[in-house]
């Protein structure tokens, strides 16, 4: 027969020795002086290689005890020398590099870079209206995308599996989508210099149309799953609290700006392409922590449908890139029967196109965030210096200002709410 | 245009200092002549003028040219929307010029990026160590002399020792070359084709 022992002692010591008298087995006594623990710091290593960063961040921490006193973020472990393959290349060829920049939007990306050169070249104001739309369009679909995946994961990263299969399953239809309009699901290289590769295929303004009222659905049901969930908001709120003077100081952008209350959009601030004749509204956050940033995703998302829906009623008519000839390759056709167009073909795939001389900066708000392409030219096809400015990249600065004084679980909830992409932040 | 009152208020400060504005595709671009006093420069753009975002710093390789460094600062204030550029050149033996971290602290890591990649030093930077290739790696990669293929380490910790197996890449182009196999070599370093441009 068993008998029940209640040990009930204060003294962990004491414990451990009336616990083995009652086992009957002699453990060494731990000795009183126990090596004082507290004042102790350790050094925490987490990632490259850890779920909780996406890829291949890597922090160093210093904790006392769960408190986090220090953190060191470390990146370029995805480094591959981007911005020195394009100064060996001409323009239009840096087209696919861009697709591994934010590898969740990489349409985004794409549209960003096209009117970055479109802006050196001084054509950015001749794009067919149809041209604009359709990259607004991709723009917008590839925000949905983007954030979909940032809160899926963000909402796994601290306990809530099910909104990440939720998410998922939207996602796949934006890449049927995707793949429909450009024939690569992840690696879109969508745009040209001066247009895109090709026109929307039949039936894929109503395909759209179709998924947009699927994915309202699916916003709701993502929301009613998190927006309330006590768990959620215990995990999130008042976690990770950015100031809107750091905010600003960092030069954080995108969603991360937002929800600290600056009410910043590049879209608003400086309309490019169509943003300007479109309705919808900047949510900004109040707080600046984890949930404020979760709650402008959502309102973006949902902004973003709105976009979408207007410009997929408002769509034009026309050609799909600048008609000249001398920026966009001409059609097939007309090269093989044509002289002058043989003679453009021939001029825009042994040289590039010539650009002036000079520098341009252009920021296209992205789903991370500012994504700007600085373009140094000495004239000729090739840029003399392409810089990219990385929204992950700045963004991920300010990790080792806000993680100290959280607890080591809150960091994921941080990582999860900046909604950072590695290959964009180390290019 | 308001950005060019503005850095007509910056020249009307400083004077000789700063060069008269220079207008392409809408943007307005000042050189400051002596990169000492970038950082001055940068705090009062910031403190008079409103420009309380600094969306990038830069650098370019003139390589060839004296002087062979120019580092790029995108200013931009986030009430009056104006973007400004403020561009000072920088020696090749010195090397150097002050940290504006103390401006703004989004600069911290734009300035250990042109250290890692171009290995312009900032006078007073907090923590000036590289930031994409590791300690210890000995080369800057994005100056016009070292090679797209890259450069063979043999330090004993470094990862990578050996240089790209693409001898570098499949698509490198010279535009405006004469013939297909000048204008894609299958390796190129800056000593053998210097990259020529269309003329």
Known sequence: MATVHDIEFKDPQARIVSAAAIAGVTTPVPSADLPDMEGERMVLNMGPSHPATHGVLRIILELDGEIITKAFPDVGYLHRGDEKIAENMTYTQFIPYTDRLDYLAPLANNVAYALAVEKLHGIDKQLPPRCQYIRVICCELARISSHLLGLGAFAMDVGALTVFLHTFTQREYIYNLIEALTGARFTTSYTRIGGVSRDLPPGWVEQCRKFLDGVVVNFDESEKLLTRNRIFMDRTRDVGVISKADAIDYALSGPNLRGSGVDFDLRKAHPYLVYDQLKFEVPTGSVGDCYDRYLVRMEEMRQSARILHQCLDQLPDGPVSIPDGKTVLPPKEKVLTSMEELIHQFILVTQGENAPPGDVYFGAENPKGELGFYIHSKGGGTPHRLKIRAPSFVNLSILSHVLPGHMMSDVVAVLGSLDFVMGECDR | ?199
């Open chain 2, 1 to 199: 245009m308001p950005a060019l009152e503005f850095a007509r208020a910056i020249k009307a400060k400083f004077g000789e200092l700063i060069s008269e504005p220079a207008e392409f595709r809408g943007e307005v671009t000042l050189k400051v002549s002596d990169a000492e006093r970038i950082a001055e420069v940068c705090a009062l753009a910031k403190a008079e003028m409103n420009f309380d975002y600094l969306l990038d710093i830069t650098s370019v390789d003139n390589y060839g040219d004296d002087p062979r460094f120019t580092v790029v600062y995108e200013l931009y204030g986030l009430t009056h929307k104006f973007h400004l550029r403020l561009k000072t050149d920088v020696g090749e033996e010195k090397c150097e010029l002050p940290t504006v971290t103390t401006v703004w602290r989004t600069a911290n890591w734009h300035e250990r990026e042109i250290y890692d990649m171009m290995g312009v030093r900032f006078r007073g930077h907090p923590d000036l160590r590289r930031i994409l290739m590791w300690e210890g790696y000995p080369y800057h990669p994005l100056r016009k002399d070292f090679p797209l293929a890259g450069k063979p380490t043999d330090l004993p910790e470094v990862a990578f020792t050996k240089s790209a197996p693409l001898e570098g890449g499949p698509f490198v182009t010279v535009s405006g070359c004469k013939d297909s196999t000048v204008r894609e070599p299958r390796s190129r370093t800056p000593e053998s084709a210097p990259i020529q441009s269309i003329k």
